[in-house]
């Protein structure tokens, strides 16, 4: 089992950053994809990005590219996502997940979620 807890959410204003951050414990953080996803009211839940299990390969969504970056500190059993020029559209309940390596495309662990809410 991996346990995931997200930190970092809050309000902001348009315009302006926030950093995410994902703390695992429970398995070998290394061996794990780590993924951001996202689930706005009354919307279906979303990926952001992804990352491979060192960091050096990164997915995003069309929607954040060039705004979000996502990165890991592997030492730290630790993703984070960076958001910068945030828009009241990205108000949402962000999630952090992992993927065991080569198990497959689907997120099998979860966090609680991390609200973020981005004022006009």
């Known amino acids: 089992q991996v346990q995931l807890v997200e930190s970092g959410g809050g309000l902001v204003q348009a315009g302006g950053s926030l950093r995410l951050s994902c703390v695992a414990s429970?398995?070998?953080?290394?061996?794990?994809?780590m993924g951001w996803f996202r689930r706005a009211p009354g919307k279906e839940r979303e990926l952001v990005g992804r990352t491979s299990t060192t960091g050096d390969s990164s997915y995003y969504a069309e929607f954040v590219k060039g705004r979000f970056t996502i990165s890991r500190d592997n030492a730290k059993n630790t993703a984070y996502l960076h958001m910068n020029n945030l828009k009241p559209e990205d108000t949402a309940l962000y999630y952090c997940?992992?993927?065991?390596?080569?198990?497959?495309?689907?997120?099998?662990?979860w966090g609680q979620g991390t609200q973020v809410t981005v004022s006009s």
């Open positions: 997940a992992a993927a065991l390596y080569g198990s497959g495309p689907n997120f099998g662990y």
């Open positions: 429970g398995r070998v953080f290394s061996n794990y994809v």
